[in-house]
């Protein structure tokens, strides 16, 4: 899977998608998620993650 960048107030939001070991879930989630879920754990069904669970991307800046 491959993450998406969403425009955001004059800038780029990027996204990751998030594929659980676990549960299987698929989900798409900002930075601030990834970190979060990188300490607690899967929000479905808790299982440790590890950034290898995350597809990696990239945005460019979009002036508005």
Partial sequence: SRGTSIVQRGRIVTTHTFSCPGCG???AVNAEMRET???VGCPV???AVTPDDFSE???ELVEQ
């Fill in 25 to 27: 879930q698929t989900i």
């Fill in 37 to 39: 879920m990188l300490a």
């Fill in 45 to 47: 069904c808790t299982t």
């Fill in 57 to 59: 991307c990239s945005g």
